[in-house]
């Protein structure tokens, strides 16, 4: 067989009856399973058969035009005949298409594997066991394993297969950009998703290299404990089991758990990027941190003296320690006035930082890789304006959810070059790739705002996997996969110089069985 470029899903797999009332409804499963189909590449179709009641007819009808799914209908006696006329009509060898079904006909199948198709049965392991060309699932999330299994041994290491981890409406979003193909790229990945709600080592078996967003799995966050794995930062079960998999199974983390760690605390992310001097020279524009405070408690007697000794004067504005993982982590506050610092609702520890006048524009900057690119947004009003805008005539600070409601001037113009001072990319690039040796990472964002006066390029935020939607799909996507790829390749290399064990070794195994029980 070769990789799978052709799918037909019975609607057997795909509907439940409702006894009571005599309906047919889409299983819950299906929902996840059609949408990652439908941006898989694959061709995608739902097989029904003559028949049915007009409640059910209609659902299909509509699944499939809300899925995109191509109608394939069968007759009972001889369904081999219609599916060959599908992957005719797709234009594929009949060798690269799978058909599921929960229905058992051996005769059946036998028809439709000697036309070359592969037929997966659902939910019936122990019967099908000596009929040639039939596989079996137990349950409809495990298709993609399937699939991932058959392209490897269609492909074999010409493949890289990426499992990913993240929370649904993200995946949603890099689906729809096509990030996450079934099918080969160009470069030779395929895209699985793992889920942590399921048996880790089945899904693990046919991955070769693991994406995450793991700021989507923690738990919580000890805010009185130093950010780290083992203390402050708890991660969901699931998430410590696959981290735990891939140190024992030496398969690769892009990006390991503890090199993310520094992104998820202010004070330490703005610490690190102190540093950002060593990259200054006289012939450019300055790029710095912005001068900031961590404080304990707002009422502290020597604030304002803590203040000049870090350079801060006010309007300032206010953020968490904790830049993610508890729901108050992006509740900020710009204060104009000492006597504002107290019932601020800003949750403590805090990081008080410079509030950069900047034009209302902020540069997104996305490192993908060796790839840098950047977006031009409107952003928070000079200080004046802000505080005019806000309605509040200097009496108090103005309080936003930086994730919801942070104050954008919408009259700003974006035409960045005919700024008082351009944006000097040269500098900026060489940060972006300073901070991605400085903090190990393959795919991250910061924002950079450029300081009117001075021109200094100040580096506000620094994020871990954003989404990068702002670079055009066509540009994104393919340097998101080359990031992954030489990533990967990066560390197989490492690890042939550094003779690390096979992935999946049987002692391996047994030990991480072991582990996981």
Aim: with cysteine.
């Amino acid at each position: 067989m070769g990789p799978v470029k052709g799918v037909v899903l019975d609607e057997s797999v795909l509907f439940s009856v409702d006894d009571d009332e005599n309906s047919t409804h889409l299983l819950p499963a299906a929902e996840k399973m059609l949408f990652r189909l439908q941006y898989s590449n694959l061709h995608v179709g739902i097989s029904y058969k003559e028949g049915l009641c007009s409640q059910k007819g209609a659902l299909i009808q509509h699944v499939a035009v809300l899925y995109t799914l191509q109608l394939v209908k069968l007759d009972v006696s001889c369904p081999e005949h219609a599916l060959q006329a599908t992957s005719s009509a797709w234009d594929v060898i009949p060798d690269t298409c799978i058909f599921v079904t929960s229905i058992l006909d051996a005769v059946i199948c036998r028809n439709i594997c000697s036309k070359g198709w592969t037929v997966v049965l659902q939910g019936l392991e122990h019967t099908v066991s000596d009929m040639s060309g039939v596989t079996t699932i137990h349950k409809l999330q495990d298709l993609l394993i399937t699939l991932s299994r058959l392209n490897k041994m269609a492909l074999g290491d010409s493949v890289i297969t990426v499992g990913y981890v993240m929370k649904w409406t993200r995946e949603k979003d890099f689906l729809k950009r096509g990030a996450f193909p079934t099918m080969p790229t160009s470069n030779g990945l395929t895209f699985i998703s793992i889920d942590l709600d399921l048996p880790l080592i089945p899904q693990l078996q046919t991955v070769d290299v693991v994406l995450h967003k793991a700021t989507d799995e923690i738990s919580s966050v000890d805010e009185g404990q130093m950010l780290s794995i083992s203390k402050g930062v708890i991660f969901s079960e699931g998430m410590q089991q696959l981290d735990r998999c891939m140190k024992h199974l030496h398969y690769h983390l892009i990006d390991p758990l503890e090199n993310i760690i520094p992104l998820l605390d202010r004070d330490a992310i703005q610490n690190i990027l102190q540093d950002l001097d060593e990259i200054n020279n006289p012939r450019s524009c300055r790029i710095r941190a912005p001068h900031y405070l961590k404080v304990s408690k707002f009422d502290e007697p020597d604030l304002v003296e803590k203040l000049n000794q870090a350079q801060l004067s006010l309007p300032a504005i206010v953020k968490p320690q904790i830049a993610c993982g508890v729901s108050n982590a992006h509740t900020m506050a710009v204060v104009f006035k000492m006597e504002e610092f107290a019932e601020l609702p800003v949750p403590l520890p805090s990081v008080i930082q410079e509030y950069i006048d900047h034009g209302s524009i902020v540069y997104k900057f996305y490192v993908l890789g060796e790839r840098v690119f950047y977006a031009v947004r409107s952003s928070t009003p000079n200080a004046a304006s802000l505080l005019l805008s806000s309605g509040n005539k200097g009496s108090s600070a103005v309080i936003f959810d930086s994730l919801k409601s942070l104050p954008v001037d919408s009259t700003t113009s974006l035409k960045s070059d005919s700024d008082e001072v351009k944006l000097d990319l040269d500098i900026v690039t060489s940060a972006a790739m300073w901070m991605r040796g400085k903090l190990h990472l393959t795919i991250f964002g910061f924002d950079v705002v450029i300081q009117a006066g001075t021109g200094d390029h100040v580096i506000v935020d620094v994020n871990y996997l954003p989404s990068f939607k702002e670079i055009p799909n066509e540009t994104a996507i393919p340097a998101f996969w080359e990031a992954i790829q030489s990533s990967y390749k990066s560390y197989k290399y490492s690890s042939k110089q550094g003779s690390s064990s096979t992935p999946f070794a049987p002692n391996l195994i047994m030990a991480l069985d072991i582990l996981l029980a």
